[in-house]
């Protein structure tokens, strides 16, 4: 039972195209997050969702678009992919009223953008 | 705002050997401190926090880190390498209330050697 799960794990598209990462988390969690990992695999928060409402965003650009139907899903949208788009972006959970800050995180989604 | 540095890139030990890896914080308040672990193609896992209780905290895997706030330091150790332990290790740091914004280092690479 995948505590955090991604899909799809592999993603390559061309420039100019739109894309979708769906993450859904069976924990119970209340919180739910985007982080980015470049090339030089330096990890950057994106997005926080907490009880369905935006408290994070890092100054990601406008063509990036974070959608929370409900608290266990937390999907991550795309427009107009750029070549600097091309990471492995990682969705994470966690109980916000437990203090500790512990995230759980999915297993990646590699984006290539060609 | 809050950072850390990891010292060291890539550590390299041989099977048996200690383990250090060294991790250096700053915050204007009083940090939560994690080392997350990532085997290649894989997600992150928690392998241990600190979150103001005990200074020295144990983990999964036979790994601990002592939080030294003269120094600003949360070095992880083990004891005794093993060859699974091979794996990029990043130390990361939030405050509260974050929710879950953790800030990384840059990731240590361990190879270790028969």
């Known amino acids: 039972d995948t505590a955090v799960s991604q899909t799809p794990k592999y993603l390559v598209t061309q420039m100019g195209n739109d894309k979708s990462i769906k993450c859904e988390q069976n924990?119970?969690?209340?919180?739910m997050y985007w982080y980015k990992q470049d090339s030089k695999k330096f990890l950057k928060i994106m997005f926080s969702?907490?009880?369905?409402?935006?408290?994070i965003n890092e100054t990601v650009p406008n063509r990036f678009s974070p959608k929370s139907p409900d608290k266990a899903h937390l999907n991550l949208h795309i427009n107009s992919l750029e070549l600097g788009d091309s990471a492995v972006y990682f969705c994470?959970?966690?109980?916000?009223?437990?203090?500790?800050?512990?995230?759980?995180f999915g297993a990646g989604s590699r984006l290539t953008v060609l | 705002a809050q950072s850390v540095t990891q010292l060291g890139s890539h550590v390299s030990v041989s099977e048996g050997a200690l383990v250090l890896l060294r991790c250096n914080y700053s915050?204007?308040?009083?940090?939560?401190l994690f080392w997350y672990v990532q085997y290649p193609n894989q997600g992150l896992q928690l392998l241990l926090k600190?979150?103001?209780?005990?200074?020295l905290v144990k983990g999964i895997n036979g790994f601990e880190a002592e939080f030294k706030k003269s120094e600003t330091s949360f070095h992880l150790t083990k004891p005794s390498a093993h060859m699974s332990d091979a794996a990029e290790y990043f130390c990361?740091?939030?405050?509260?209330?974050?929710?879950?914004?953790?800030?990384f280092g840059q990731g240590t690479i361990l190879t270790v050697h028969p």
């Open positions: 994470a959970s966690s109980q916000a009223s437990s203090g500790a800050n512990v995230l759980t």
């Open positions: 924990l119970g969690h209340d919180t």
């Open positions: 969702y907490n009880n369905k409402e935006l408290i």
């Open positions: 915050s204007s308040v009083p940090p939560y």
């Open positions: 600190y979150t103001s209780a005990a200074t």
């Open positions: 990361a740091v939030s405050v509260l209330p974050s929710y879950g914004k953790l800030t």
